[in-house]
């Protein structure tokens, strides 16, 4: 046999296209998060501005015409209320401007990210100094001395999803699996059920009783984390469903390459590049962490949209298993090996 047949019964065109698959989300990879964190920087934050009449008007046009246009400020009629809405996620912080003194408030949320709250001190205090006025900060939102620089709630969202769509890969492609009929798509979906519960659980527990890096409801957690590995898991078995293997590289593809850098997690969305800020919120990574933030630094506020998000990642996800599954009847195979496999496997298909 010649080099040439052996590279060819070594490898098959359909290895060599997955392959090529394989090399096209590495590449895809790459991209996205050196696209999406390369360079930081804070675009139309939300910002509330509290001043005496005279100097709001002049304040807002100031702040709206800085350079890059960091800040998209809005007047807020008090303090009061400007916490309120930073609390209700309405606004990312504020400026409180002294009727009397020379020194300014500025609020922000650590609990939120960071390192937006300091890119937001920072240019306040930069402002500030053009007209001869120095700024404090006071965190209203305040992330926990165990949460360094509010990541925790990132990567423990990006645990869930990792979870969520490697259970259902495993589900998908085992030895002895095959294409679901009604009997094993219901099976599969089950499990994934009991699984997504046990991985919310556990995930809720390492974070809070275990390593105190987040504070917060306990069960808030844990549903959050239950649904998030539940959205991630259907909706991989539905792709692999609708593409056989293929479909476990789209879950990657979507959950992973795009969901994962347009989070909000290492930098919060403000500070990402228009297309990840656009796409992170409708993807099961952006939404579990603006959820899982919430919980613990925002009194819970905010959060319906997000959960709708990912409810409506599970209802696609287990609609799209099922039905195709339903209308497949058991087939003659069904308890039996497969021919042609070692020891009662099966070939993926």
């Known amino acids: 046999m010649t080099f040439a047949d052996e590279v060819e019964d070594a490898v098959t065109p359909r290895a060599a296209l997955l392959v090529i698959g394989v090399l096209v989300l590495q590449l895809l990879f790459i991209a996205s998060y050196i696209g999406a964190l390369h360079k930081p920087k804070p675009t139309d934050v939300p910002f509330g501005i509290v001043a005496p009449q005279q100097m709001s008007a002049r304040l807002l046009t100031e702040l709206k015409d800085l350079p890059g246009g960091p800040l998209d400020p809005r007047a807020v009629s008090d303090a009061a209320a ?17 009727p009397r003194g020379t020194t300014d408030t500025v609020l922000v949320a650590s609990g939120g990210g960071t390192v937006l709250a300091d890119s937001l001190t920072k240019i306040i205090t930069k402002v500030n100094l053009t007209h001869q006025r120095t700024v404090h900060s006071v965190d209203v939102a305040p992330a926990s001395d165990e949460d360094f620089d509010g990541l925790s709630s990132f990567y423990l969202v990006v645990g869930w999803c990792v979870g969520g ?66 959205a991630v898991g259907m909706i991989t078995l539905a792709l692999q469903a609708l593409t056989g293997i293929v479909g476990i590289g ?9 969901g994962n850098p347009s989070a909000g997690g290492a930098f919060p969305l403000p500070m990402l590049p228009d297309f990840w800020r656009a796409i992170g919120p409708a993807l099961p990574p952006g939404a579990g962490t603006w959820v899982a933030r919430s919980i613990a630094y925002f009194q819970g506020n905010a959060v319906t949209g997000p959960l709708l998000v990912l409810s409506a990642w599970a209802v696609v996800g287990t609609v799209v298993t099922l039905l195709p599954a339903m209308r497949r009847k058991p087939d003659a195979t069904d308890g039996t090996p497969l021919a042609g496999t070692a020891g009662g496997g099966s070939t993926l298909r």
Request: hydrophobic letters at 55%; proline letters at 3%.
């Open 82 to 98: 400007a916490r309120r809405q930073m609390l209700d996620r309405d606004i990312d912080g504020a400026l409180i401007v002294s």
């Open 165 to 230: 769509y490697l259970c259902a890969s495993i589900l998908a492609i085992s030895a002895g699996s095959r294409p679901a009929n009604r009997q094993r798509a219901t099976i599969r979906t089950g499990v994934m059920a009991l699984y997504s519960i046990a991985g919310g659980i556990g995930g809720a527990v390492i974070i809070g009783p275990i390593l105190g890096a987040l504070p917060g409801s306990f069960w808030g957690l844990s549903g959050l984390g239950a649904l998030t590995v539940f």
């Open 250 to 258: 789209l879950a990657v593809l979507l959950v992973v390459i795009a």
